[in-house]
């Protein structure tokens, strides 16, 4: 009996190998693709969260203490007016926040936290990203 001839390394089968690196390079362009979907997605969110925390504090602001302002006196809001208009809009909006009043009751300043729920980053476990927003507004009385 005879063997068959050694192969040199530069001979060998490489069956198996190409089609290894191609489910290798398709997982990685999945993955490319899953973080500019699901990154812009975020961004949305978080422009959202900024748009909506704003409104909201608009809204507080329009709970002013009418009665000391229409007598001439200092305007102010009225901190329990001002929190149930912020929530109202947040509600309204599907959006959980918090509204926080300053002490000179002339700043609102509203918190909102939105939750995006992934497309393609749910494949490797990450399934919501969370996007928070910020805003202040200013009473400016005339």
Same mark, same amino acid.
């Given at each position: 009996?005879?063997?068959?001839?050694?192969?040199?390394?530069?001979?060998?089968?490489?069956?198996?190998?190409? @089609? #290894? !690196?191609? *489910?290798?390079? @398709?997982?990685?362009? !999945?993955?490319?693709?899953?973080? &500019?979907? +699901?990154?812009?997605?975020?961004?949305? $969110?978080?422009?959202? %969260? +900024?748009? =909506? $925390?704003?409104? $909201? %504090?608009?809204?507080?602001?329009?709970?002013?203490?009418?009665?000391?302002?229409?007598?001439?006196?200092?305007?102010?809001?009225?901190?329990?007016? %001002? =929190? @149930?208009?912020?929530?109202?809009?947040?509600?309204?909006?599907?959006?959980?926040?918090?509204? +926080?009043?300053?002490?000179?009751?002339?700043?609102?300043?509203?918190?909102?936290?939105?939750?995006?729920?992934?497309?393609? #980053?749910? *494949?490797?476990?990450?399934? &919501?990203?969370? %996007?928070?927003?910020?805003?202040?507004?200013?009473?400016?009385?005339?």
């Amino acid at each position: 009996m005879t063997r068959p001839p050694r192969l040199s390394r530069f001979e060998r089968n490489d069956d198996g190998r190409i @089609a #290894l !690196l191609a *489910l290798v390079l @398709a997982f990685a362009v !999945l993955l490319m693709i899953g973080l &500019s979907v +699901d990154g812009g997605g975020k961004i949305r $969110a978080m422009q959202r %969260a +900024d748009n =909506v $925390a704003s409104e $909201a %504090a608009r809204a507080a602001v329009q709970g002013i203490l009418a009665p000391q302002a229409i007598e001439g006196g200092d305007k102010v809001v009225d901190p329990a007016a %001002a =929190v @149930a208009a912020a929530q109202n809009y947040l509600a309204a909006a599907g959006v959980t926040g918090v509204v +926080d009043i300053a002490p000179d009751r002339k700043h609102v300043t509203v918190t909102v936290t939105i939750t995006y729920t992934t497309l393609f #980053l749910g *494949l490797i476990g990450i399934n &919501s990203l969370t %996007a928070t927003g910020h805003a202040t507004t200013v009473l400016v009385a005339t």
